[in-house]
């Protein structure tokens, strides 16, 4: 849900609440939920991989 939560935040701009649901979600302690992670579907996986290279800071 916060996947697609951050999707809509960022398509109407609000990119104060999708850096935090993207940064909450790269957090260790939720990426180490890899149980959690694996059942998510390929396409909201894509989704998160595409907003963490968007949020890198070295990009």
Request: proline letters at 3%.
């Amino acid at each position: 849900k916060f996947i697609k939560i951050a999707a809509h935040c960022r398509e109407y701009q609000n990119m104060n609440s999708f850096f935090a649901i993207v940064l909450g979600l790269s957090n260790i302690a939720v990426s180490r939920m890899s149980q959690t992670w694996e059942k998510l579907p390929s396409k909201l996986k894509r989704t998160f991989a595409d907003f963490e290279a968007l949020i890198d800071p070295s990009r």
